[in-house]
């Protein structure tokens, strides 16, 4: 049913008459041949997997002669379906392959162009020294970018375009470096700038700016798989020292740190500086030690891990995975995962190579001294931090002690007391405790709990009175009982207001010093009938005081009926502090249970209908080897007018001395478990790590020899030995800062590679794509360069500006072939339908965070503060992930929101900013119809674009001034005059439709604005 | 201007857009040339004749106990209380492993198929005529997040695509004005693994499951400013059509501008068509009754599952329906948790069934019933059940499955599938056959390969046709 629309495709590819070779050749070579065909499994010595191979043929001689099929035994034995063996090729894949032979293989590189580059993978070799080639087109500028480009141009008979006007550039160069949109006083000043060299001073302005790094910073903490949570396991734990090294980030590139300094510190910062605890902690230090973070920044789910002993190993192995996953692919555009279980089909890794990539940072992921992500990070305070913080903090528990010495003096003397009801001190000899207290409930027949309560008895269960308190002793057997007062209480006031309470001290958990304490302290109001057996329903509450928790309440305990209806007040339950409970008559019959902590009513609290809370007496819970002392059991009621209104006037002034002492609780806790200087790393701490171990097919259970470090064979050549084991007394093995060393060293190849992988990452930064397609694939299965010679020039002079990445991008921003206009006439447009050959600039949308950004700055809200923690997101209701408006960092960058991995800002997600799971080297811009919903209908694009018009309507001008500016600021140019007038007619209309008010015209100019931020205009760079 | 370039992009993006929501925005892509090879490769793949359109997922979240529902043990009875005699056995909580545990659920024959299921099943029973009972699944990991990566992207490891965005890549939707890939979700919260239960991966986001919350707005942004009527909106949007159209024509080459355009309208499409979808009130009593939508424990469950049978008549590819949390994971009072569980969902889930095939739906729509592993025949401490990977039980319905079947067998205590084992591959593979795609054909490059659902090269899955009518 589908073959129409195959035809429809290869009608498409028709259009250009051969098939493609990277596009359409390739991909079916890779699914059906490369699998026995391939660098590693090369059968008959045949291997399809790059072009150059391809053309090389197998041990019988050539697989292809273009245009002729008869020659080719390529297309015979798979015409005959000869192979592959099983699973033979589709007739509409054979027509293809017919099809790219008959027209004479295009895309196979010529036999004196292998010649050239020797039998090895392009990416593998040594940058090349290109020549920059001469071109007839003499009035470029000559940026040596554009020369390449238009030789390659040349050949085709086209050139690049014109450059593009000044509004235009500004826009693109402003969103490229800074991630914003110019400023006014920017965009007068460069089209008012007549000097030649006005666009190479802009483009040194963006990048002196601090706001340079948060834009390119994101490029690499993307490629680097920075995030603020662990991911892995459903609990997304948080990771609230990453901030770190998100900043060192941002700060390195805004200082140009070169970029193999910038590596090396990531891999091995603690083996560069040769850290030891002891060291004297500098910029540079802290730096070094952070930067190593980049080991951390795979899924770790190795702080949950409960499952049994294979699960909690799989779990730690897939923390390593994911970390030689990111560096393979971020550093040198390595796809390295394959190798883990058998040799790579399709690069040439070995599946021992891969496991000698894992001993370079075995230190870091030690598998008998595992550490958790929350214990990585280390104190290295600068000079005077620590002893500044100490400081800080003995003024913060004064603070916080006075705050309490104040209030409990001020309890003392204010404490309101009503009308006592009912008092025990237990000052009275031993024996009068019965004449108060009983196991029975005044009214029952039976007492609470078998055998009961023994009243005046030290031995246990029993009640006794020492030195004037109440002891509660139980032995360690389970079972409830209770001691009740033999007087009742009305626990239902009549008047609105009215309230009754129940307070007493606890003075100790364990009545025995030694003793273990009570695990509970817990009491009952409404105590009418242990055993439930008469017809009073309800009642026999009971107040569970938990010395770490809020108090849970229960309704008719104990027994089968008994029901938690849930928790009051916050304050757990210790010595040395008054506790109780506070009932007070509602409105409507409904009554207010609020749990007192030195007689202040504390903020969760239930409610209980009358039915609930029967007449009965106070009492204590005997169970399960909990004994305590108490003192001081009060009941009193508030059924005086003047009771009640004083009660209400101490709530009132009570309040702010409760506030005072729990914000310095706070500050001073806060600052205590902050101490200066804590920095997430690396973690590396022997110099003998476990052997790693090679796995049979990826299985941890299947252990083969041992491995030691080494490099990859493809990249290492003879000239550079790999380093002995590191000098005796190291810290670390030092595995690390060899590979570092190793991969960084100057005119070696795997810097060749770096140099290439990094060059091609911002040639993609500032175009869409890069020379190379596949950015975090540049082996033999990713895509070839579009233009190989520009590529190792443009890496080869990265290098030779000492890996300087400003100066890397002002080369390509300052070219011409970046400079130009995206609008080309038809016959470039055929003859570059794609854009790869740069007769154009390309048209691009503008990323996730300058969308959110831009708006911000619209609104004139843009709060453009750098560095620090992450700014918390919350999951709304209707579960959409936003930063709330009430947050005081709400309008901060997009760059510094929790990048919490199962929790992207729902608005950054919808506009493709990725769910880091190991990490994004390319965002593939996408149109749905989630965005255009956002655009039209968001609460936050509404209220920005209501700030925007607020402000142009700040000053009165007239409507067609107006008009005009608004247009420059949302596109960054003034509109074209169809534009003008169908704006200026809608805004006739929609006020019309408003109702024609003043109220109406705003809101018409609203809808205006909305629109022209929809408009592809201002969500597109041209 | 309409010139050869323009008319290839207009070309392109016209025959994609025939081919539904997906399709659109994918089409926007075809600059990219990696998306562009995805394009061919995709409609390659969706070269069998199918016997589905659509999918409805009931996912069951924590691991129903087959031997407590499915899976009928007698063996567990006799060695209740009793050591497990088979040797160790593979336990998540190593700690708290007990003795055998016999069900204490009585199991029954039902229908004319006579598959034997457990007491507190009975509607399901009253479809046992319709479904394909799997008892002989199997899957790789015991613990949660794991095993629902398997089950749901089959690879435990999180950021694999889901099926739901493979069918979705593949097919696209019937249905422009609502998404291909819809998540109903528990209005009590997310399950266990959150988003990723629906995530797209590393497909392109499109794909990516839209979940539709209770409330009044079930999408995000799907409701209009206050105050602005449909003429004030119609203003805008023709306003912003005549700015992107004039955008486009500076930029023909670049298909995705006239993407943009297009979604405008679907978006303001989208706002009338998803609040119509899921409005119940258009269902009679009668139907509303068999959901279970009269009785409190029903009700929530099933309004979710009738709002699945509405948007897959509407020509939604492909509809999840999730639980809060994980309830089916019973560590301790497993009898009393399935009890309640079984009453929540037993009567929705069966309605759907039965509701599809009396509109004559059920031929072209799978229904699938399932967890994401299984457990123990002993006890985790005094009454609950440990994970269990080596067996679990689900059933299917319709598109094309076989009816009143049971497959496959486990051991005599229910704790390894041995007779016709199924893999999580296999039932992938089974269910992209069903729905027209060939699964080794069904691939989009990553990390340097062409990647897809089922790995068949790796996993060595292979189609259950004993599962097929």
Request: proline fraction near 7%; include cysteine.
């Amino acid at each position: 049913m589908f073959s129409k629309e195959i035809l429809l495709l290869i009608g498409l590819f028709t259009a250009d008459p051969a098939p493609k070779f990277d596009a359409q050749i390739v991909p079916l070579l890779k699914r059906h041949c490369v699998k026995c065909h391939g660098p590693v499994t090369a059968e008959a010595r045949l291997n399809l997997s790059t072009p150059g191979a391809v053309l090389r043929g197998s041990e019988n001689g050539p697989v292809l002669r273009p245009h002729d099929l008869e020659a080719s035994p390529l297309w015979k034995r798979i015409a005959a379906n000869e192979m592959p063996p099983e699973d033979p090729l589709s007739a509409d894949e054979k027509l293809l392959i017919r099809a790219w032979i008959e027209h004479g293989a295009p895309g196979l590189p010529t036999v004196a162009g292998l010649a050239a580059t020797g039998d090895g993978h392009w990416a593998f070799q040594k940058l090349s020294l290109p020549n920059v080639p001469d071109v007839a087109q003499t009035l470029l500028p000559q940026n040596p970018i554009d020369r390449f480009i238009q030789a390659d141009l040349e050949h085709e008979k086209l050139s690049l375009g014109p450059v593009a006007d000044r509004q235009t550039l500004i826009r693109r160069l402003s969103y490229d470096l800074l991630g914003l949109p110019p400023t006014d006083m920017e965009l007068q000043a460069f089209l008012n700038d007549g000097s030649p060299d006005a666009v190479e001073r802009l483009v040194d302005q963006y990048l002196a700016s601090p706001h340079y790094g948060e834009r390119i910073g994101k490029v690499w903490l993307d490629a680097a798989g920075y995030a603020d949570s662990n991911g892995y396991f459903n609990a997304d734990s948080d990771r609230p020292l990453a901030y770190r090294y998100r900043d060192y980030v941002i700060r390195s590139l805004n200082a140009d740190k070169p970029f193999d300094r910038f590596v090396r510190e990531q891999l091995a910062g603690d083996e560069l500086i040769g850290w030891t605890p002891d060291m004297p902690i500098t910029e540079e230090v802290i730096d070094a030690l952070t930067a190593t973070h980049f080991l951390r920044n795979g899924q770790d789910g190795t702080g949950e891990s409960d499952g049994n002993p294979d699960e909690v190993r799989a779990d730690r192995y897939y923390t390593i995975e994911g970390t030689m996953q990111i560096t393979a692919t971020s550093l040198l555009g390595l796809t390295i995962q394959c190798a883990k279980c058998h040799s790579h089909k399709f690069e040439p890794i070995s599946h021992r190579e891969y496991y000698q990539f894992q001993a370079v940072i075995a230190g870091v992921f030690h598998h008998e001294k595992w550490i958790k992500p929350n214990e990585r990070f280390v104190l290295a305070p600068l000079p005077g931090e620590r002893a500044a913080w100490e400081v800080r903090l003995a003024a913060a528990e004064d603070q916080t002690q006075l705050a309490k010495q104040k209030l409990a003096e001020w309890l003392t003397a204010n404490r309101p007391r009503g009308k006592i009801a009912w008092s025990d001190g237990f000052d009275g000899p031993p024996e009068s405790l019965a004449e108060r207290w009983s196991p029975k409930a005044p009214g029952d027949d039976a007492p609470g709990g078998e055998p009961a309560v023994a009243l005046n008895s030290a031995a246990a269960p029993g009640a006794r009175i020492i030195n004037g308190q109440l002891q509660v002793l139980e032995a360690g057997t389970a079972g409830n009982r209770w001691l009740v007062t033999r007087q009742i209480f009305d626990w239902t006031p009549d008047a609105v207001g009215a309230a009754i309470q129940v307070t007493f001290d606890l003075v100790d958990r364990r009545v025995d010093p030694n003793g273990t304490p009570a695990e509970r302290t817990a009491y009952y109001i409404a105590a009418h009938d242990f055993d439930d057996s008469g017809a009073k329903p309800g009642g026999n509450l009971l107040i569970d005081g938990n010395p770490a928790t809020s108090t849970t309440v229960y309704l008719d305990y104990p027994g089968a009926d008994q029901k938690q209806l849930g928790a009051i007040g916050t304050t757990p339950y210790t010595g040395g502090r008054n506790y109780g409970v506070r009932i007070t008559h509602q409105k409507d019959e409904k009554f207010l249970m609020e749990h007192l902590v030195d007689g202040v009513p504390e903020e969760k609290t239930l409610t209980f209908t009358e039915d609930q809370l029967p007449d009965g007496a106070f009492g204590y819970e005997f169970c399960c080897g909990r004994s305590y002392i108490v003192d001081n059991v009060v009941v009193e009621t508030f059924d005086q007018p003047q009771d009640i209104a004083a009660l209400a006037e101490f709530v009132k002034s009570v309040q702010p001395l409760k506030t005072s002492m729990s914000e310095a609780a706070k500050q001073a806790s806060a600052l205590k478990n902050n101490p200066p200087g804590k920095l997430p790393w690396a973690v590396d701490l022997t110099p003998n790590p476990p052997a790693v171990q090679w796995l049979n097919r990826g299985d941890y259970g299947s252990q083969k020899e041992p491995v030691g470090p080494g490099p990859f064979s493809a990249l290492s050549d003879d000239e550079q030995a790999w380093p002995e084991s590191p000098a005796e007394n190291a810290r670390t093995t030092g595995r690390r800062l060899a590979w570092a060393t190793w991969v960084t060293k100057p005119g070696s190849r795997p810097a060749s590679l770096i140099a290439r992988v990094q060059a091609n990452r911002f040639w993609q930064h500032h175009f869409g794509f890069g020379i190379v397609d596949t950015a975090d694939n540049f082996g033999l299965s990713g895509s070839p360069p579009t233009h190989p010679a520009l590529l190792d020039w443009l890496a080869g002079e990265f290098v030779r500006t000492d890996w300087s990445v400003k100066s890397l991008q002002r080369r390509i921003v300052t070219s011409q072939t970046y400079r130009q206009s995206s609008r080309s006439p038809q016959d470039q447009l055929n003859a570059d339908p794609d854009g790869r050959r740069y007769t154009r600039a390309p048209v691009r949308r503008l990323d996730a965070e300058a969308i959110r950004d831009t708006l911000l700055y619209h609104a004139g809200i843009l709060n453009d503060q750098l560095y620090g923690p992450y700014i918390k997101t919350d999951r709304a209701s209707n579960g959409e992930v936003i930063v709330q408006e009430k947050n005081p960092d709400f309008a901060r960058r997009s760059i510094y929101l929790y990048q919490r991995r199962t929790q992207v800002v729902s608005m950054l997600q919808i506009f493709d900013a990725p769910t880091i799971v190991f990490n994004s080297v390319r965002r593939t811009p996408t149109t749905i119809p989630l965005q255009s919903l956002n655009l039209l209908n968001s609460e936050f694009v509404s209220k920005r674009m209501l700030e925007f018009t607020q402000q142009v309507f700040a000053d009165d001008r007239p409507d067609d001034e107006r008009l005009k500016t608004v247009f420059l600021r949302l596109w960054g140019r003034p509109p074209t005059t169809e534009e003008y007038s169908a704006a200026q007619k809608f805004l006739a209309t929609q006020i019309a439709e408003r109702g024609g008010s003043p109220e109406a015209t705003r809101q018409a100019w609203l809808d205006l604005h909305q629109m022209l931020f929809a408009a592809s205009a201002a969500l597109y760079l041209e | 201007m309409h010139d050869s370039t323009w008319e290839l992009n207009r070309r392109a993006f016209l025959a994609s857009h025939a081919g539904g929501l997906g399709a659109l925005a994918l089409t926007s892509l075809l600059q990219d040339q990696k998306l562009h090879a995805a394009e061919a490769r995709r409609h390659a793949a969706v070269s069998l004749t199918p016997k589905a359109k659509g999918v409805i997922c009931l996912f069951q979240h924590g691991g129903p106990s087959q031997i407590d529902l499915f899976d009928e043990k007698p063996m567990l009875r006799k060695y209740h209380g009793k050591p497990y005699p088979g040797g160790a056995l593979e336990t998540h909580f190593d700690k708290q492993a007990g003795n055998v545990l016999g069900s204490p659920f009585k199991f029954m024959p039902y229908g004319q198929s006579g598959i034997e299921m457990c007491e507190h099943l009975p509607c399901t029973g009253a479809i046992a005529d319709e479904i394909c009972l799997v008892r002989s699944m199997n899957t790789e990991s015991v613990d949660h997040e794991q095993a629902l990566r398997a089950i749901h992207g089959g690879k435990l490891i999180a950021g694999m695509p889901t099926l739901g965005s493979w069918v979705t890549y593949g097919l696209g939707t019937e249905n422009a004005n609502l998404p291909a890939y819809v998540v109903l979700g528990d209005p009590g919260g997310l399950p266990v693994d959150g988003e990723r239960n629906w995530s797209s991966g590393w497909l392109p986001a499109v794909y990516q499951g839209v979940p539709f919350r209770s409330g009044s707005s079930p999408v995000f942004n799907l409701q209009s400013p206050d105050g602005l009527t449909g003429k004030m909106r119609r203003n805008q949007l023709d306003l912003l059509a005549s700015f992107n159209q004039s955008f486009l024509d500076r930029h023909p080459e670049k298909s995705e501008l006239a993407a943009r355009i297009t979604n405008f309208e679907v978006a303001a499409r989208m706002q009338l068509a998803v609040p119509e979808a899921l409005d119940l009130s258009q269902e009679s009593e009668e139907t509303q009754k068999l959901y279970g939508l009269d009785r409190p424990e029903t009700e929530e469950y099933g309004r979710r599952c009738l709002t699945a049978r509405r948007l897959i008549e509407r020509g939604v590819r492909f509809v999840q329906i999730f639980m809060s949390g994980q309830p089916w994971d019973t560590h301790s009072k497993n009898a009393e948790q399935l009890t309640k569980l079984c009453q929540r969902t037993d009567r929705p889930s069966a309605a759907l069934v039965q509701d599809l095939k009396q509109r004559g739906l059920l031929d072209d729509t799978i229904v699938m019933w399932t967890g994401e592993f299984g457990r123990l025949p002993i006890s985790q401490g005094p009454d609950g059940r440990d994970h269990n990977r080596r067996a679990f039980s689900l059933w299917l319905a319709g598109g094309g499955f076989r009816k009143g079947y049971a497959h496959g067998a486990t051991d005599d205590f229910g704790y390894e599938s041995v007779k016709d084992v199924v893999t999580v591959h296999d039932l992938h593979a089974t269910l992209l056959t069903n729905l027209g795609i060939d699964h080794r054909r069904l691939t989009y490059p990553m990390d340097g390969r062409e990647a897809s659902l089922t790995d068949a090269e790796v996993t060595k899955c292979r189609i259950v046709d004993a599962l097929l009518a």
